[in-house]
Each structure stands twice: as C-alpha cells, then as structure tokens.
C-alpha cells in the first residue's frame, strides 16, 4: 500500500544510472515497448514487480509484495532441483502448475509438445510476446517472459520467471537477471 510505481523509463542506461541506486535494487518500468501491436504492455525490472524489494530483502523464496492489484499477487515459480540442468521439479508453484493443468510437466520442454501452443499468444494463456529489456528492447514479438514472485535461492541478482516462445516453455524456472524488465501477469488470490 505504500508502493508508487516508478515513472517509466525509455530504457536509456543514461536514466537508470543517474539515479540514486543501481537498476537491479531500484524499480524501473520500461515502456513503451518498441513495435507494440497493442498487447505487450510495459516491462517492469524484479524490484518493480514486487514493489521495491531488493537483492538484501528478498534472498530466497517468494515475496509478498507485488505491483498486482489488492487481492491480487505475482505467481510462484514453485521449487526446483537447480543443480542439473534440465532443472528437477520438486514442489509445483503456480506457473509449473499451469502448465500441468495444460497437459505438461512443470519443466522445460520444447518441439511439438501440445501444452507449448497453450502458452501461445492464440492459446488459452493468451501469453504475449512482449521480449524483455536489458541495455534496450529485445525479442519483442519473438519470446514471452513473465516475473514470478520468487527470488532465485543459488543467484542472488536472479529470479524465476516463466519463458516460452513458440517451440519451448520453461514454466517459473528460467532464471534471469533481477535488472531486466520482463512482463507481469498476477493471480487472483
């Protein structure tokens, strides 16, 4: 309740660095998002997305704070074996969930399985390839990336979020950089 949501950012790195903190601690919104056909929304960096928390306050598991409307929260990764790639799931969160309830495993997949088109912009998900931003706008129209609510427990400048694009899903287990701005898509609780 007493999060204000940062003004947006065009996605210069002379912005971010200006500031009085670093863009993996301090929330940045990225937007609008270049080529926008009306449906990827803004990107938002991890601390952003779960309203200012940091790589000191959250270090491992889920947070429970979020830019999500009351009621509303960010999805859970679940927990993952990371010591083997591909990751081991060994309790579901929300997102491997998901992808169970679409007919999947809960962990990477990719070419031809039938809960991949599920994820897809045309599928049940609805899921938009918004791409990310790191140094800039990247991937837009090609992958879709959505942050979880779970710090990374082996990468403190990581967190999970959900990957797909039209041949593979990682469902809340990609890891990727706190810094970047990904997509948010919250859960009624």
Known sequence: SNFTLPQLNNGSRAIIWSGTGNDYDTPYAYGPVDNDPGNYGYLYNFSAATAGETR???TTGNTQHSICPANWR???AGVYDTSNWPYTLVTPGDFSGLDIAFGGTGTYVE???SNIAKWQPT?????????????????QGDTGRLWSASAHPDYPDGAFNAYFDPSDVLPGYDDFDRSSGVGVRCLLN
């Open 123 to 139: 599928g049940p998900f609805k899921g938009s390839f918004s791409g990310y931003w790191s140094d800039g706008f990247g991937d």
């Open 111 to 113: 070419g031809g399985e």
């Open 56 to 58: 000191a306050t959250l």
């Open 74 to 76: 960010l999805p859970s």
